[in-house]
């Protein structure tokens, strides 16, 4: 599976930014799809996973309400509409797949997924 991240750029505190994730290959119902984030300096953190059969979703809590994660099985994507951005969201974004799993408290941790996309610059301004 490879995986190809875009959609970043620019934005105002407030404003919104869309970020895709396009999978080349086979994704199974148990297969999740994830973002993280990362700061220059600072690890990757968990911000949003989809598992690709059924939808379930689960988020960080710094992005509750504010980002939506979902996909579109036709083309193979999953997307992260982000909205109400803040400064604290700017960070490099890097979707991630693991084809089987991960479960409970696993599927929030980076080493847990074995493709991934190559990260996509968010900036918020304030």
């Known amino acids: 599976v490879q995986l190809q991240a875009y959609g970043g750029g620019l934005a105002q505190a407030g404003g919104s930014l869309r970020l895709s994730c396009a999978a080349s290959?086979?994704?199974?119902?148990?297969?999740?799809i994830n973002w993280f984030r990362q700061d220059p300096g600072k690890e990757r953190t968990f911000v949003a996973a989809i598992r690709w059969g059924g939808g379930r979703t689960y988020y960080a809590d710094s992005v509750k309400g504010r980002f939506t994660i979902s996909r579109d099985s036709a083309s193979n994507t999953v997307y992260l509409q982000m909205n109400s951005l803040k400064p604290e969201d700017t960070a490099v974004y890097y979707c991630?797949?693991?084809?089987?799993?991960?479960?409970?408290?696993?599927?929030?941790?980076?080493?847990?997924?074995?493709?991934w996309g190559q990260g996509t610059q968010v900036t918020v301004s304030s």
């Open positions: 991630a797949a693991k084809l089987e799993g991960p479960y409970g408290s696993s599927r929030y941790a980076d080493r847990s997924y074995d493709y």
């Open positions: 290959g086979r994704l199974f119902s148990s297969s999740v």
